[in-house]
C-alpha cells in the first residue's frame, strides 16, 4: 500500500497527484480517503482488512494531523511521502525535508501491525 501510495502523492504523475487531492478534499478522514483512490482495494482481503482495523481504530487526532499535513502539501503543490513505522503505540511524526530544489512533506506513520487491531 505505501508504495502505491507514494507514487500518488509524490507528484510525478499529475492526474493521480490530483485524484489523491479530490479525494482528500471530499474525505472526513485518512480511511474514506485510502478507499476514494482505491489504494485498499488494490490489497489482498487479509492486508486490507488489517488496514482498515488499523484506520478504525486511529484516534480522531492523529487522522486529524495526517489530513492536515496531506492537505498543507496540496495547497503548496508539494509532495509527500508516506512512512510505516512498526511501533508499540500509534503515533503520527510529520516533517518537512529538502526535495528536488524545494521541499517534501514526510509523514511517518507508527502503528503496530495491523493484525494487532483484528477482533
Do not use: C, K
Amino acid at each position: 500500500m505505501i508504495p502505491a501510495l507514494n507514487a500518488m502523492l509524490g507528484g510525478g504523475n499529475r492526474a493521480d497527484y490530483e485524484r489523491a487531492r479530490s479525494a482528500l478534499a471530499d474525505a472526513d478522514s485518512v480511511q474514506e480517503a485510502l478507499e476514494a483512490v482505491g489504494i485498499l482495494h488494490d490489497l489482498d482481503d487479509d492486508v486490507a482488512l488489517e488496514a482498515r482495523a488499523l484506520f478504525d481504530a486511529l484516534p480522531a487526532a492523529l487522522d486529524e494531523a495526517i489530513i492536515a499535513a496531506l492537505e498543507s502539501a496540496f495547497e503548496r503543490d508539494v509532495p509527500a511521502l508516506i512512512e510505516w513505522v512498526e511501533g508499540e503505540s500509534l503515533a503520527v511524526m510529520i516533517s518537512e525535508e529538502p526535495h528536488g530544489g524545494d521541499v517534501r512533506v514526510r509523514i511517518a506513520f507508527v502503528s503496530p501491525d495491523g493484525s494487532t487491531f483484528l477482533d
